[in-house]
Each structure stands twice: as C-alpha cells, then as structure tokens.
C-alpha cells in the first residue's frame, strides 16, 4: 500500500496562477520529499523537507511540513506551462524505505 | 555528471517470455533502488542495493522478478516469466547512500506485455 496521498488528483489552472497540491501519510516520517514527472520521463527531485522543519523554499516552490498532522503541500507560484507534469510526494519512513504517492497531474493552460 | 543511465528504452514481448532490463547509476552512488510504475499510479519500491546487498526487497514478486548488482555498479532487473499485469515503465534510481538523500532517476524502461 502507499504511505503517500495526494490531493488533488488532478488540476488544471491558468498561466500565472498559483497551484497547490497536497500530500497524506500514516506513519511518522524521517523526510519527505516532492517530485516532478513530466510525461513519459523520469522522476526529478525537486525539494527534500526533514521532518525537523516546517517550511522549505526552492525559487517558486514553497514546501510545507505539518507533522502533527501528517501533511504536507507543495505551492507553485507563478505557474509556467512547463510546469504541465505530475508531481509526487515521497517519505522516508524508518529503514530507509522510500514510499510514493500516487501523484497530482498538473495542466497548466497558457 | 552522467546520469543513469537505462536501456532498453521501450520493450514488447508475449506473456510468458522472458525480459531483462539494465541500469547503470551515477558513478559512485551506492545504493541503486528498482521502481516499477503502473500507468496513473506512483512508483512502487521493488528492489534496494546498498551496494551490492539487497537493503529491501519486500515487494518484489519473487516468484517471477529477480535483480542482481554485480560488483556494487550495475544492476540487471529480470521478468520470469512476464504476464499481463507487469506492464508498466521499470524506473530505476540511485543516491549517494546516505539517509535522507536524494534519488536521480533514470529515463525509464517502458514493457508492454502482450
């Protein structure tokens, strides 16, 4: 079974707007981490948040951890129509085992 | 950097033949990980080498999926014999080894199984 849900599963949005997808987990966590699939291609680490932080910023990604809640979410600003991919949260639980969620396809229209 | 680097790309075959696919991580990396990915769903953990031993290997069907990592670099992940259900693209993937690192993913294989 998979540790990681995300929400929404799908979601289409204007050039420039913000996206925001979400992710679930049920076990405690050392790290999460977001990934970006674009369609047909290998995954592409995009940000790693330990489970001692609470917010993480990479140019116009923003990655929030809520660990009493098990969440975290992903924010994209200013989306770009190269930002069209599905994008998958991934935790480490204890073991090292690395577990995927089943991803949120993002459309961006431009 | 090379990246990892995987091959075939695309592969066909009848149920009950037999595939085989290859992975060469990024030089130096010592854990290599086999994902296999159901069209519309994530990756699914097959296979972890911590360079040349398996670290898990629980979802791994191994009635019919075997993989090895000769020598700690290469890894060869095979299917027998295929049935319908293993098509999917097989990612593989490797890190540096230490906890909390990240994964570079190859480009994928993609299996079909007629």
């Known amino acids: 079974s998979q540790q990681g849900e995300e929400d929404p599963q799908a979601l289409s949005i204007q050039e420039g707007e913000n996206a925001t997808m979400n992710c679930s987990y049920k076990?405690?966590?050392?790290?999460l981490q977001w990934y970006r699939q674009n369609s047909g291609r290998g995954l592409v680490h995009l940000i790693l948040?330990?489970?001692?932080?609470r917010e993480k910023h990479s140019g116009r990604l923003r990655v929030t951890l809520d660990t009493s809640k098990k969440s975290s979410s992903l924010l994209i600003t200013a989306s770009r129509a190269a930002d069209t991919a599905s994008y998958f949260c991934?935790?480490?639980?204890?073991?090292?085992?690395?577990?995927f969620g089943a991803g949120t396809r993002l459309f961006v229209k431009a | 950097e090379a990246g990892v680097a995987q091959s075939p790309r695309y592969k066909i075959i009848e149920k009950r033949q037999s595939v085989a696919f290859w992975c060469n991580p990024i030089?130096?990396?010592?854990?290599l990980y086999w994902y296999q990915q159901i069209l519309g769903q994530g990756p699914k953990l097959l296979i972890q080498?911590?360079?040349?031993?398996?670290?898990?290997d629980s979802q791994l069907p191994k009635d019919r999926f075997s993989a090895e990592r000769l020598k700690g670099v290469d890894s060869t992940l095979k299917i027998q014999p295929a049935k319908l259900e293993d098509s999917a693209v097989y990612l593989c993937?490797?890190?540096?080894?230490?906890?909390?690192?990240?994964?570079?993913f190859g480009p994928g294989t993609r299996l079909l199984v007629l």
């Open positions: 993937a490797s890190s540096s080894g230490q906890r909390q690192e990240t994964q570079y």
């Open positions: 076990t405690s966590i050392n790290n």
């Open positions: 948040i330990r489970s001692n932080e």
């Open positions: 991934a935790t480490e639980a204890g073991g090292f085992k690395t577990i």
């Open positions: 030089s130096g990396h010592a854990t």
């Open positions: 080498f911590q360079n040349n031993g398996v670290v898990d």
